[in-house]
């Protein structure tokens, strides 16, 4: 593992070092030579690049410069990362997500910082479902999406954008209070589960009847009457079906051989 001679770097290679089985070498770029860890240095121009461009996006939306102190910055430098793992193809015409998992990314995304609402989960039924917040970013393992509000930050499955006039809005960017390690400042780092799809009781006082799992009957399908059966056993009397195949007509649906001309058939001669 390589990087470069910063003390909070350091310390933390040699803690993964630690808990590794296998045998791990660490190695650390000279100071002040960035060009000895070039391809790290790349990675993080960049991500400045792309943050810039998100942060640049926001302002012309709004018309308003983001302040130095908003969370919404430290949640910009973490999405732009998260744009280039899902988006970003290499010289294989890869993704690092698809590199990953072995599929490529799917699931629409909205604009960073953009205006949306979504479904988070309530106490009583009659409670309102759909919020407004702001989306920040998505959780790439599980497709959840992280939107905030200013109450805290939320991890939700569902979100809806809302038209274009009303996308962006400055008040509710200045809203957010959350930051990626302290999702929550009134609750610690606890972040809201994503909203569960579970079928609501109609009384609540009433337990759940348990599942029972439905099996299909197993029933034994009639065999087909063919013409040299016919042949061989004759024509049954008043059959639809065998008078048609006598006159040379074709099968068509619906005209099926009777009860008597299928038992006589299956008992044979």
């Given at each position: 593992?390589?990087?470069?001679?910063?003390?909070?770097?350091?310390?933390?290679?040699?803690?993964?070092?630690d808990?590794?089985?296998?045998?791990?070498?660490?190695?650390?770029?000279?100071?002040?030579e960035?060009?000895?860890?070039?391809?790290?240095?790349?990675?993080v121009?960049?991500?400045?690049?792309?943050?810039?461009?998100?942060?640049?996006?926001?302002?012309?939306?709004t018309?308003?410069?983001?302040?130095?102190?908003?969370?919404?910055?430290?949640?910009?430098?973490?999405?732009?990362?998260?744009?280039?793992?899902?988006?970003?193809?290499?010289?294989?015409?890869?993704?690092p997500?698809?590199?990953?998992?072995?599929?490529p990314?799917?699931?629409?995304?909205?604009?960073?910082?953009?205006h949306?609402?979504f479904?988070r989960?309530?106490?009583?039924?009659?409670?309102?479902?759909?919020?407004?917040g702001?989306?920040l970013?998505?959780?790439?393992?599980?497709?959840?999406?992280?939107?905030?509000d200013?109450?805290?930050?939320?991890?939700?499955?569902s979100?809806?954008?809302?038209?274009?006039?009303e996308?962006?809005?400055q008040?509710?960017?200045?809203?957010?209070?959350?930051?990626?390690?302290?999702?929550?400042?009134?609750?610690?780092?606890?972040?809201?589960?994503?909203?569960?799809?579970?079928i609501?009781?109609?009384?609540?006082?009433?337990?759940?009847?348990?599942?029972?799992?439905?099996?299909?009957?197993?029933?034994?399908?009639?065999?087909?009457?063919?013409?040299?059966?016919?042949?061989?056993?004759g024509?049954?009397?008043g059959?639809?079906?065998?008078?048609?195949?006598?006159?040379?007509?074709?099968?068509?649906?619906?005209?099926?051989?009777?009860?008597?001309?299928r038992?006589?058939?299956?008992?044979?001669?």
């Amino acid at each position: 593992m390589k990087s470069d001679q910063e003390p909070a770097l350091v310390a933390l290679l040699a803690a993964a070092k630690d808990l590794c089985t296998c045998e791990v070498l660490l190695e650390h770029s000279p100071k002040g030579e960035p060009q000895a860890n070039g391809e790290a240095e790349r990675a993080v121009q960049s991500i400045m690049g792309l943050a810039r461009t998100l942060k640049e996006h926001i302002t012309t939306a709004t018309g308003q410069p983001i302040p130095a102190e908003s969370p919404i910055l430290a949640w910009l430098v973490n999405y732009a990362g998260s744009l280039l793992t899902l988006f970003n193809r290499g010289p294989d015409g890869k993704t690092p997500y698809e590199r990953l998992r072995g599929r490529p990314w799917r699931v629409a995304l909205p604009s960073f910082g953009e205006h949306v609402e979504f479904k988070r989960r309530t106490r009583h039924k009659l409670d309102t479902r759909w919020s407004s917040g702001v989306y920040l970013g998505v959780k790439e393992a599980t497709t959840e999406k992280i939107v905030a509000d200013a109450h805290g930050v939320y991890v939700v499955y569902s979100v809806r954008r809302k038209p274009a006039d009303e996308q962006f809005s400055q008040e509710a960017l200045l809203g957010v209070r959350g930051l990626p390690w302290a999702p929550n400042p009134a609750e610690g780092v606890h972040q809201e589960l994503p909203v569960p799809l579970a079928i609501e009781a109609v009384n609540p006082e009433v337990p759940p009847a348990p599942t029972a799992t439905f099996k299909r009957p197993i029933g034994v399908k009639a065999f087909y009457i063919l013409k040299r059966d016919l042949e061989k056993y004759g024509y049954t009397p008043g059959c639809p079906a065998c008078e048609l195949i006598r006159g040379g007509g074709a099968r068509k649906g619906g005209v099926v051989h009777s009860e008597l001309c299928r038992a006589r058939v299956e008992e044979g001669p």
